[in-house]
């Protein structure tokens, strides 16, 4: 037993139960694995509050605060899958909050609570897969450059955007794009039930609704702001513990190796043997390359 539960349990032998706790997760970004965006959602770096949230002494309920356009399904179904494990675990409740947005890989995310509110003007759903790109053959052409390119496997460059789109492979994709979106809509079902209203092929369309819709649809079973439902639930005393994730460092963002030193860095970087040319402008180029991106995952919804 940890010093905070010998302490909690003390504390409830001499006083009583006190204020009932209610750990907070906030679940704030797009979804991917890799940490090349400046506020990423995987769980490798969510594996540990997670772990946190339902461990928190005298814990009552676990609060997710989403807010994320989606992102990658693998890490999302990942994330979903620890949430709901612990919550059967350690026998306590999780419900989901879509602030902003809870769209595509988002929404999967809320999907862990067994309710989900959502405010009257947040983007709910997008229940659906898409896939984009784009073709450069005209542009090489017109440069005069000459693509080289060598595989072992008749596949291995599907979709190559230098290469001219093959109609087959564009099948493939769509195959791929099904069986994603089909475990997509089993999750759906199987988290939401008879909750869910109307017509399904609306509902798994990958459109995105209201809050207001939403709830209209049953993907959320009502709305309302996660200070004012749990302070229903459990009265105005309740204690909101948010549970802190720990950020990317400024060399993260840069694309510098992990395990060097800051000092080694700066050192390096005073010397001309780091942070100079190609090596400084590859960083900034990773950087400003997925902050583009992440705005884009963004701007999908209007935010």
Known sequence: MG?????????KRLFGEGAPIVAVLRLEGVIGAGGRFQQSLSLTRLAEPIERAFTMPGV???????????GSPVQSALILRRIRALSDEKHVPVIAFAEDVAASGGY??????????????SIIGSIGVVSSGFGFTGAIDRLGIERRLYTAGAKKSMLDPFLPEDAEDVERLGAIQKDVHDYFKSLVRDRRGKRLKGARTRIFSGEVFTGEDARKLGLVDGLGD????MRERFGEKVRLRPVEQRRPRLGSFLGLRRGVPA???????????ALTGDGLASGLGRGVLAAVEERLWWNRYGL
């Not at 996660?226 to 439902?229: E, F, I, K, S």
């Not at 000092?263 to 043997?273: V, Y």
């Open 3 to 11: 010093i905070g539960k010998v302490f909690y349990a003390l504390r």
């Open 60 to 70: 009552k309920a676990v609060a997710l605060a989403i807010n994320s356009p989606g």
């Open 108 to 121: 999967m995310l809320a999907l862990a609570g067994s309710e989900i509110y959502a405010h009257e003007a």
């Open 226 to 229: 996660l200070r004012g439902v």
């Open 263 to 273: 000092e080694d860095a700066a050192a390096r970087a005073l010397a001309g043997t």
